[in-house]
């Protein structure tokens, strides 16, 4: 009686509802500019009274739709000095926008609420896909697209997808790619979705869809009734599937998961005894082996030795990724003769490294000029390989340019000497 309508759109008008002689859609009422709820949420169509909708309608009668030019109009733009008035039907074809919380304001076209988008995110109106529908979507902040402030990046919806999961989510309404739920349903709302259980309060929370279907979690209450041992013994005709409820035929099933079975004779199933399938009774030797093994460990009563333990190995493990990345880090340049190769032995619990060169590194006959005198490094000791002494050394060298052609090199790091002879 509002909009002239026959069509039931939930998604679009509300559901349809009679008071008496009105038949009225709910959004029609809702969002209609001068419609009161003088009455409780139980009295007449949620809080509005018979009286208060004929008088709306009777208002209605002398107002013109912008749009269609017909009588009837009840919803006004609440732009600023917009005087625009129209059916909803009208306004939705012509762009209009609704909010369905507190005062349930409406816009036209040109006054609707536009979309606040992160400059990074609008990509010259380039279409990318809807993750609910996966149809494509534009990448602009259009009245048929909504961006997920939540998740940003490529979030873009049809505005359409949106509501239909809104209504069949109820409650459970979140976003669906980061499952964000304050800052993904206040932004929706702001934005003309309508949540069911924004305005049915505590009365009607909507349930959803998927919890609304006759015996939807029946498989639920099902009990396993089939017997998975290798070799079945049961002679009855359907065997695996055969079951009494006590004696050599009765199903046994697993103690831990509940998703397998046995038959009692055919797994030699004592009064009382407790049955594993394969898979849980592997896990189950596997934890015991494990326990068994830090049982035995050395402790001092208070549980320091196995602590010591772990802390050894989460250290050994760390000092591993730490070499792993080193030469992952190495890998991308080319081997040079100059760079050491570190070889460690992993097999017992101290590692031992060897660091040595694949060739001398060959210094080269350079001619140099006017260069300034040069210092090498003051080596205060040495440690031998072969003979596993140590000596101390407290002499300086100089060399000139004058002197010498030769190109100094200077190492960087350990210098592992492997000769004990003095004079070199």
């Not at 679009?12 to 008071?19: E, I, P």
């Not at 001068?34 to 139980?42: E, L, S």
């Not at 402030?149 to 509501?163: D, E, T």
């Amino acid at each position: 009686m509002f909009c002239g309508q026959k069509e039931i759109s939930e998604k679009l008008y509300g559901l349809l509802y009679q008071l008496n002689d009105v038949i009225v859609h709910y959004f029609c009422i809702l969002l209609s500019s001068r419609a009161v709820q003088n009455g409780a949420d139980k009295e007449g169509i949620w809080g509005f009274l018979l009286k208060d909708i004929k008088a709306e309608l009777t208002r209605g009668s002398r107002e013109t739709c912008v749009y269609c030019k017909k009588k009837g109009a009840t919803i006004s733009c609440c732009g600023s000095k917009c005087r625009r008035v129209f059916h909803l039907p009208c306004g939705l074809k012509n762009g209009s926008m609704h909010q369905y919380y507190q005062s349930f304001k409406s816009f036209c076209q040109q006054h609707r609420v536009t979309q606040v988008v992160d400059l990074s995110e609008l990509q010259n109106t380039a279409s990318v896909q809807c993750a609910i529908c996966k149809d494509d979507v534009t990448a602009a902040p259009l009245h048929n697209s909504i961006w997920a402030p939540c998740c940003k990046r490529n979030a873009w919806f049809h505005r359409g997808c949106i509501q239909d999961l809104a209504l069949s989510a109820g409650y459970f309404f979140k976003c669906p790619l980061c499952n964000n739920v304050e800052n993904f349903k206040c932004r929706m709302l702001t934005l003309g979705i309508y949540i069911p259980s924004s305005y049915l309060k505590k009365l009607n929370h909507r349930d959803a869809s998927w919890e609304t279907v006759p015996n939807a979690f029946a498989e639920l209450l099902e009990r396993h009734s089939m017997c998975n041992a290798e070799t079945c013994l049961c002679p009855h005709q359907d065997k695996r599937k055969y079951q009494h409820e006590s004696g050599s035929w009765e199903i046994i099933l697993c103690h831990t998961c509940g998703s397998n079975g046995t038959h009692r004779l055919c797994s030699s199933l004592k009064c009382d005894q407790e049955w594993y399938c394969i898979a849980c009774q592997t896990v189950a030797d596997n934890t015991a082996r494990a326990k068994k093994k830090l049982l035995e460990l050395p402790d001092d009563g208070n549980g320091s030795g196995i602590s010591v333990m772990i802390e050894e190995r989460l250290s050994h493990n760390r000092e591993v990724q730490r070499r792993n990345i080193e030469l992952m880090r190495n890998a991308a340049r080319p081997l040079s003769v100059d760079d050491p190769i570190v070889i460690s032995d992993d097999s017992n619990d101290s590692s031992i490294q060897c660091v040595t060169y694949i060739d001398p590194p060959k210094i080269p006959h350079i001619q140099v000029i006017q260069t300034p005198q040069i210092r090498l490094p003051v080596i205060s000791g040495y440690s031998s390989i072969s003979t596993d002494s140590t000596r101390n050394l407290d002499r300086r060298f100089a060399l000139s340019a004058n002197e010498s052609k030769s190109l100094t090199y200077i190492f960087q790091g350990s210098i592992d000497l492997t000769s004990d002879d003095d004079d070199n």
